[in-house]
């Protein structure tokens, strides 16, 4: 479709990218151009008029020559080291990727941006997928809003947050249309098997320990990968240039919670076998350092400003992955 978006996808083998190229395909009739380094996390997706290329957002001259060819009307950049724990274990990825990365991708995009004409101008949009994680942890009843201070605890978090500020900073200084997304916790069908449902899935269906941090009251907000996806094409399609929208289902669980929900599921759903509850295999381990209590974000600008609503219950999306997981066992 040559006069509908043409979006430089970063990250669009990860787990939300995927999704993210699969409706920009599928519903909205973009070109894509996908930009991803093929990191532990990714996966292929066979996908028609989608071309991958295997590569650093980091390396300069790589994004400006893609750039330069596929002169994108919008750039969404999912790109990222995005696992909590391997950020503990080691953040030199998660600077170089989360932040240098970020920097690379906003110069490259400026130099684009200046060189369009007022039209293409006024459409053009960098989207910086970011996490509610920026914003560190609250206590009940309190909300992050989009004005609330950013104050990461991990490594992961910060390094997130750092790239935040300088697509800011783009904005501000050089005035490159931006518009920052913080999303909650994902889960849906293909998540890496590191995250929480799908390890805590796995392990019930294999019969392992289900390790669980500290004492599991941990409060998240999940948010399925398909609802988070429209809000963040909603927002590339109406965000204000500058503007951040909080991305939340308000379904707030604790780990706890979260694990008893999945025993529960895997039980009623697993073919029939003598085994006991799938609960007895929970395990306390000892907590994550710097672990947050509870991430909550305010949505309702996103859904005043972009009429955005999530639409998946977690007993649905939860059902999905326990099936998916029975019929084809992803390797831990
Ligand atoms: P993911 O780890 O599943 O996928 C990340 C993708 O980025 C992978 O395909 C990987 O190969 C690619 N990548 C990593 N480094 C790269 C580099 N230097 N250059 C090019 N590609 C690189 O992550 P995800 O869960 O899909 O998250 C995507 C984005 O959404 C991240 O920015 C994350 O912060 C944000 N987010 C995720 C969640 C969630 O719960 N999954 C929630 C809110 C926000």
Not at 58 to 78: H, K, Y
Not at 207 to 221: A, N, W
Not at 316 to 327: F, R, S, T
Request: contains cysteine; hydrophobic residues 35%.
């Amino acid at each position: 479709v040559s006069g509908g978006p043409r979006l430089l996808v970063t990250g669009g083998c990860g787990f939300v990218g995927r999704a993210l190229v699969r409706r920009a395909l599928a519903e909205r009739g973009a070109r894509v151009l996908n930009l991803d380094l093929m990191t532990y996390a990714a996966r292929r997706e066979p996908a028609a008029d989608c071309r991958l290329v295997e590569g650093d957002i980091a390396d300069g001259v790589l994004v400006s020559r893609l750039i330069d060819e596929f002169r994108p009307t919008a750039i969404v950049n999912l790109a990222a080291e995005s696992h909590v724990d391997r950020s503990i274990v080691g953040p030199d990825p998660f600077v170089h990727t989360n932040i240098v990365g970020v920097h690379v991708l906003l110069k490259s995009a400026l130099d684009h941006f200046r060189r369009l004409d007022a039209e293409g101008q006024r459409r053009f949009r960098f989207v910086q997928v970011s996490t509610d994680e920026v914003y560190g942890s609250i206590d009940p009843p309190g909300r992050f809003t989009e004005d609330s201070p950013y104050r990461p605890n991990s490594p992961y978090a910060a390094s997130k947050a750092a790239g935040d500020c300088l697509v800011r900073a783009y904005h501000q200084t050089y005035g490159l249309p931006t518009v920052t997304t913080h999303g909650s916790n994902n889960y849906g069908v293909g998540q890496h098997p590191e995250k929480l449902i799908p390890k805590m899935i796995c392990q019930a269906l294999a019969g392992g320990p289900l390790p669980i941090y500290g004492d599991g009251r941990q409060v998240r907000d999940w948010l399925h990968v398909d609802d988070h996806c429209e809000a963040i094409w909603q927002a590339l399609e109406q965000g204000g240039p500058g503007e951040h929208y909080n991305i939340g289902a308000g379904c707030e669980l604790t780990n706890l919670e979260v694990v008893d929900e999945v025993c529960d599921a895997v039980d009623r759903l697993r073919p029939r076998s003598a085994g006991a509850s799938t609960r007895q295999q929970i395990a306390f381990v000892a907590d994550r350092p710097g672990h947050d209590r509870r991430y909550a974000v305010d949505s309702s600008k996103a859904s005043t400003q972009l009429g955005w609503r999530p639409r998946r219950t977690f007993a649905e999306g939860l059902k999905e992955i326990v099936l998916a997981e029975i019929a084809q066992p992803s390797a831990q």
